[in-house]
């Protein structure tokens, strides 16, 4: 079974500062990768995916993200943290090849990460 | 704008109870999901539906059951809560992939707010 692991349940930065989540995953067969961030009291939302073609791959709100198959790795930056950008993040991968031939769009998600902005 | 609403934010129940979380879409998804967080541990599955009437176990089912009678509602079932149930529930919704078998990338998540469950 798929597993991801997002290494640090907190990371604080200052405003301005560049942000860097960490993500790695298992699988032998690379899998599609998302990344998904929920703000206070709501539901989780996508910021980026990676599925196929170009490993640098842009989101929304200045959030990218680089599939590196060598180090098995899909690690969230952003150039300047924004006080707004306080959220929980998570790492999450799809079976790109499941058994059976569906996966009805499952996702495994990682533990996640709380960012801090401080101004 | 896209919706998927969850029936309570806040929800204390006793241990024993019979527990019935419900989600909407407004959508037309095909796929919706049940998912539990907890600090620490991320989201886990609990169930998942592709379709009306069908459901499929996930990661952790258990002590859940779920429902599935119209497309747009998806209900998650505590037979006998317990102690160990108290945690925030998120429902969500995507629409499925046509083609090689639903075997492509999965389309977005769409989540609701979230219940938030304890159990005493």
């Known amino acids: 079974a798929q597993s991801v692991t997002q290494l640090g349940s907190h990371v604080s930065v200052s405003e301005g500062a560049l942000v860097l989540l960490r993500c790695n995953y298992s699988?032998?067969?690379?899998?599609?990768l998302f990344w998904y961030v929920q703000y206070p009291n709501q539901g989780l939302q996508l910021l980026l995916k990676?599925?196929?073609?170009?490993?640098l791959v842009k989101g929304i709100n200045g959030f990218e993200a680089e599939f590196k198959k060598s180090e098995t790795s899909f690690h969230l930056t952003k150039p300047s943290a924004h006080m707004s950008d306080a959220a929980e993040y998570f790492c999450?991968?799809?079976?790109?090849?499941?058994?059976?031939?569906?996966?009805?769009?499952?996702?495994?998600f990682g533990q996640g990460t709380i960012l801090t902005v401080h101004p | 704008d896209v919706k998927v609403t969850q029936s309570s934010r806040y929800l204390v129940k006793r241990t024993g109870e019979k527990v019935f979380l419900e989600c909407v879409q407004d959508?037309?998804?095909?796929?919706m999901f049940w998912y539990r967080q907890d600090p620490g541990l991320g989201l886990r599955l609990i169930y998942f539906?592709?379709?009306?009437?069908?459901?499929e176990k996930g990661d952790i089912p258990e002590g859940y059951s779920v429902s599935r009678e119209k497309k747009e509602r998806f209900s998650l079932i505590l037979e006998s809560a317990s102690t160990n149930q108290t945690s925030m529930y998120l429902c969500?919704?995507?629409?499925?992939?046509?083609?090689?078998?639903?075997?492509?990338?999965?389309?977005?998540?769409?989540f609701g707010s979230g219940t938030q469950l304890s159990v005493l």
């Open positions: 969500a919704s995507s629409l499925y992939s046509p083609g090689h078998s639903n075997r492509g990338p999965p389309n977005e998540l769409f």
């Open positions: 699988s032998s067969v690379p899998p599609y």
């Open positions: 990676y599925t196929t073609g170009a490993t």
């Open positions: 999450a991968v799809s079976d790109r090849f499941s058994a059976g031939g569906t996966s009805y769009g499952k996702l495994t």
């Open positions: 959508m037309d998804h095909e796929n």
């Open positions: 539906s592709y379709d009306v009437k069908m459901k």
